[in-house]
């Protein structure tokens, strides 16, 4: 075992698929000699050829449509959007192409490419680079959305979404990227896609998050405890699909729900869940299922992003609203 | 002013290559293509066909029993010229008037009715098949092309990936970015234009200020070619050299050919009319592909209007034929819809499936 940040637990695990399989190709801007802007992809050119992991022209929706053309030659295509702001540039290639190959062709051809993308706030980008984008992805049929919550997770998370033999858009949030440091096993190992994962166990409140707000909700939690509330928090893990069995699960217990995202509020992911909790669970609730989330604005210049991202204080303020209800 | 612009008058250098003129003459002997008599016989049987297929296609939709239809009349030279420029194991990516290139590669003709019926096995391509199924969306398969032929290069398969658009097509971001992708990789692709003068309605002279597609070549760095698109003769023979560079390991080839869509931009409701006179129509009428390659083959001795009644024939009968077959098919089920989405289906699906399968048995 060695203690690894998320950006680390993410080379580890492209190495790991790149010394596994010929056929996987990684590439995108920057990728190649430079390690990738974050320095995902650290080291890999050197160690496994300009072949196997290169530099593209700078254009997405070009990277996302070639990736659809290399899966045709059986490649397994794990291209990098450098920010995923950008991938409004190969919308067309990513929904409108990669994600109906398999459909469109009747099952002739499939289109086995892993979207890695850095995302989230926090971090003082400027626009375009820290947006959640994730409620437009989880919206297109024939993709699977996942967001791993750390180095654990994300290297056996992005193993599965490798191996999966459909397009996988695997986000990574920038302010998780080297914020800490977590036990990661050397060697491989894959976490189940479409699976949440309960992070920590409660009895009076089921919070449910992605991303770094699986953070925020286990502060929100620890905090609560000291004031006598018990949460059970979730990790979707994958946010399409959702994982809904694990979440009614933990709601028949606790009979209430808060849902967390950074993304803003009108439509997304926590709409979609909250949706599916009443229409499945509505005589076990207690209270209405609450949602956290950032204003309905586009996402701010760095200087109001301390208020307009969601936090703790706001998580245990629904919590409470929710408990007195 | 101090500065000329460098290139200047460099439409001037993208002169049309031609072989076969209007009138069924060889003007350009040295470029004739090496093609056997059985070989042009079998190009003219292959045109005439296609162009049965149209005017059929365009009957049945007329009946309300074809369902989409893009017509090709007018672009035989330019679709089977270079489709026949190709190796089985070429993959050919196709905008939606591309259909009959599919045909001519192994698709059987009660699938290509399917496609046009929105049943997906029209879609699904024949093992032998190398092809993605018509591309919708304009321009979005002109990146996938340059990942196909990257792909290729890297197995080292003496292949190549050819892919077709129309002049609208080289507008779209996706035509820079694909053939540059092509260019910067030096990926065996063919970017096919066929220039047919409207993008639906909007004519060639305002959707650039280029006075060629080919010429674009240039800025992306890799050969380019403005052929005579009514000319089959010369448009093999463009696709066979590209070709030829390609597998070579010389990279991609962008190629313009110059044509024209006789019928409407498709069966939903076009009307020509709107933007083209009379007088434009029977002017590329005169060019016509088959009305010159059959004076070309008569002068030859190779043909005749009795080979040419029998190919009709034959081409109605076996379009008969494929309409009954695709009739016959299954009508396409939601539940084999959500079957094919994904190998393994997720969990809202697999939900999805079971109330489907109950409605669907109802």
């Given at each position: 075992?060695a203690?690894?940040?998320?950006?680390?637990a993410?080379?580890?695990?492209l190495?790991?698929?790149?010394?596994?399989?010929d056929?996987?190709?990684?590439f995108?801007e920057?990728v190649g000699q430079?390690?990738?802007?974050?320095r995902a992809?650290?080291?890999?050119?050197?160690?496994f050829?300009e072949?196997?992991?290169?530099?593209t022209?700078?254009?997405?929706?070009g990277?996302i449509?070639?990736?659809?053309?290399?899966?045709?030659?059986?490649?397994?295509?794990v291209?990098e959007?450098q920010?995923?702001g950008?991938?409004f540039?190969?919308?067309?290639a990513v929904?409108?192409?990669?994600a109906?190959?398999?459909y469109?062709?009747?099952?002739?051809?499939?289109a086995?490419?892993?979207?890695?993308?850095p995302?989230?706030?926090g971090?003082?980008?400027?626009e375009?680079h820290a947006d959640?984008?994730?409620?437009?992805m989880?919206q297109a049929?024939g993709?699977r959305?996942?967001?791993?919550?750390?180095p654990y997770?994300a290297k056996?998370l992005?193993?599965?979404?490798?191996?999966?033999n459909?397009p996988?858009?695997?986000?990574?949030h920038?302010?998780l990227?080297r914020s800490f440091?977590e036990?990661?096993?050397?060697?491989?190992?894959?976490i189940?896609?479409?699976k949440?994962?309960?992070v920590?166990?409660g009895?009076?409140?089921?919070?449910?998050?992605?991303?770094?707000?699986?953070h925020?909700s286990?502060?929100?939690?620890?905090?609560?405890?000291?004031?006598?509330?018990s949460?059970?928090?979730?990790?979707?893990?994958?946010v399409s699909?959702?994982?809904?069995?694990t979440?009614?699960?933990?709601?028949k217990?606790?009979n209430?729900?808060?849902v967390?995202?950074?993304?803003?509020?009108?439509?997304?992911?926590?709409a979609?869940i909250?949706?599916e909790i009443?229409?499945?669970?509505i005589?076990h609730?207690e209270?209405?299922?609450?949602?956290?989330?950032?204003?309905?604005t586009?996402?701010?210049?760095s200087?109001a992003?301390?208020?307009?991202l969601?936090?703790h204080?706001?998580?245990?303020e629904?919590?409470?609203?929710s408990?007195n209800? | 002013?101090v500065f000329?612009?460098?290139?200047?008058?460099?439409?001037?250098?993208f002169?049309m290559i031609q072989?076969?003129?209007?009138?069924g003459?060889i003007?350009n002997?040295?470029?004739?293509?090496?093609?056997s008599?059985d070989?042009?016989v079998?190009?003219?049987r292959?045109?005439?066909y296609?162009r049965?297929?149209d005017?059929?296609?365009?009957?049945l939709?007329?009946?309300?029993?074809?369902?989409?239809?893009?017509?090709?009349?007018?672009?035989e030279?330019?679709?089977l010229?270079?489709?026949?420029?190709?190796e089985q194991?070429d993959?050919?990516l196709?905008?939606y008037r591309?259909v009959p290139?599919?045909?001519?590669?192994?698709?059987?003709?009660?699938?290509a009715f399917?496609?046009?019926r929105g049943?997906?096995?029209?879609?699904?391509?024949?093992?032998d098949v190398q092809a993605l199924?018509p591309?919708?969306?304009?321009?979005?398969q002109?990146?996938?092309a340059?990942?196909v032929?990257?792909?290729?290069?890297?197995?080292g398969?003496?292949?190549?990936?050819?892919?077709?658009?129309?002049?609208g097509?080289a507008?779209q971001?996706?035509?820079?970015?694909g053939v540059n992708f092509?260019?910067?990789?030096?990926?065996?692709?063919?970017f096919?234009?066929q220039n047919?003068?409207f993008?639906?309605?909007?004519?060639v002279?305002?959707?650039?200020a280029?006075k060629?597609?080919?010429?674009?070549?240039?800025?992306m760095g890799?050969?380019?070619?403005?052929?005579?698109g009514?000319d089959?003769l010369?448009?093999?023979?463009v696709?066979q050299?590209?070709?030829?560079?390609a597998v070579?390991?010389d990279?991609?080839?962008?190629?313009?050919t110059?044509?024209?869509r006789y019928?409407?931009h498709t069966?939903?409701?076009?009307d020509?009319?709107r933007?083209?006179?009379e007088d434009?129509?029977?002017e590329w009428?005169?060019k016509?592909?088959?009305v010159r390659?059959?004076?070309?083959?008569?002068d030859k001795?190779?043909?005749?209007e009795?080979?040419?009644?029998e190919?009709?024939?034959?081409a109605?009968?076996e379009?008969?034929?494929?309409?009954?077959?695709?009739?016959?098919?299954e009508?396409?089920?939601?539940t084999?819809?959500?079957?094919?989405?994904?190998?393994?289906l997720?969990?809202n699906?697999?939900e999805?499936?079971?109330?489907?399968?109950?409605k669907?048995s109802?």
């Amino acid at each position: 075992m060695a203690e690894m940040t998320m950006i680390q637990a993410i080379t580890d695990a492209l190495r790991t698929e790149l010394k596994n399989d010929d056929n996987v190709l990684v590439f995108g801007e920057d990728v190649g000699q430079n390690g990738g802007v974050f320095r995902a992809t650290e080291g890999l050119q050197d160690e496994f050829g300009e072949e196997r992991v290169f530099d593209t022209p700078l254009a997405e929706s070009g990277i996302i449509g070639m990736s659809v053309g290399l899966s045709t030659q059986g490649y397994r295509p794990v291209p990098e959007i450098q920010f995923f702001g950008f991938v409004f540039e190969a919308m067309d290639a990513v929904v409108g192409q990669s994600a109906r190959m398999r459909y469109r062709s009747g099952g002739r051809w499939h289109a086995p490419i892993t979207i890695r993308s850095p995302f989230g706030g926090g971090v003082h980008t400027p626009e375009l680079h820290a947006d959640s984008l994730e409620g437009f992805m989880t919206q297109a049929p024939g993709l699977r959305v996942v967001i791993p919550s750390g180095p654990y997770d994300a290297k056996g998370l992005l193993i599965s979404s490798i191996r999966n033999n459909d397009p996988v858009i695997f986000l990574e949030h920038m302010k998780l990227y080297r914020s800490f440091r977590e036990e990661v096993p050397e060697d491989e190992y894959t976490i189940d896609l479409d699976k949440a994962n309960v992070v920590r166990k409660g009895t009076d409140m089921t919070l449910v998050a992605y991303g770094a707000m699986v953070h925020s909700s286990i502060k929100a939690a620890e905090e609560l405890e000291e004031e006598g509330i018990s949460c059970e928090v979730i990790d979707l893990r994958t946010v399409s699909p959702i994982d809904i069995d694990t979440i009614l699960e933990s709601v028949k217990k606790t009979n209430r729900a808060v849902v967390v995202q950074e993304a803003q509020r009108q439509a997304g992911v926590a709409a979609g869940i909250v949706a599916e909790i009443q229409e499945r669970a509505i005589l076990h609730l207690e209270a209405p299922v609450f949602r956290v989330t950032a204003p309905d604005t586009v996402y701010p210049f760095s200087q109001a992003e301390e208020v307009w991202l969601p936090d703790h204080q706001d998580i245990k303020e629904k919590v409470k609203e929710s408990m007195n209800f | 002013m101090v500065f000329k612009s460098p290139v200047e008058g460099i439409e001037e250098k993208f002169e049309m290559i031609q072989i076969l003129n209007e009138d069924g003459k060889i003007v350009n002997e040295d470029a004739m293509p090496d093609l056997s008599d059985d070989d042009l016989v079998e190009l003219m049987r292959r045109m005439v066909y296609t162009r049965v297929l149209d005017q059929r296609s365009i009957a049945l939709n007329r009946q309300g029993r074809l369902g989409f239809y893009a017509p090709t009349a007018g672009q035989e030279a330019s679709q089977l010229g270079s489709q026949f420029a190709l190796e089985q194991d070429d993959f050919i990516l196709p905008g939606y008037r591309d259909v009959p290139q599919l045909i001519w590669q192994g698709l059987p003709l009660y699938q290509a009715f399917l496609f046009s019926r929105g049943h997906y096995h029209g879609n699904q391509m024949p093992e032998d098949v190398q092809a993605l199924s018509p591309q919708i969306i304009i321009g979005a398969q002109i990146t996938q092309a340059a990942g196909v032929a990257l792909g290729m290069k890297r197995r080292g398969k003496k292949n190549v990936a050819i892919t077709y658009t129309g002049d609208g097509g080289a507008s779209q971001g996706d035509f820079y970015e694909g053939v540059n992708f092509a260019g910067a990789y030096q990926a065996p692709a063919i970017f096919i234009v066929q220039n047919n003068r409207f993008a639906i309605s909007v004519p060639v002279e305002k959707q650039s200020a280029a006075k060629t597609i080919a010429q674009k070549s240039v800025a992306m760095g890799i050969p380019g070619f403005l052929v005579d698109g009514m000319d089959v003769l010369a448009v093999y023979k463009v696709v066979q050299e590209a070709r030829e560079r390609a597998v070579n390991g010389d990279g991609p080839t962008l190629i313009e050919t110059l044509t024209y869509r006789y019928g409407p931009h498709t069966m939903a409701g076009d009307d020509p009319t709107r933007y083209r006179t009379e007088d434009m129509d029977s002017e590329w009428e005169k060019k016509d592909p088959i009305v010159r390659f059959r004076k070309f083959l008569e002068d030859k001795g190779l043909w005749s209007e009795e080979k040419e009644n029998e190919v009709m024939e034959k081409a109605k009968e076996e379009i008969k034929t494929a309409i009954k077959k695709a009739d016959k098919q299954e009508k396409q089920s939601v539940t084999e819809l959500i079957s094919i989405m994904h190998e393994e289906l997720p969990v809202n699906l697999k939900e999805q499936m079971e109330e489907y399968k109950e409605k669907e048995s109802k």
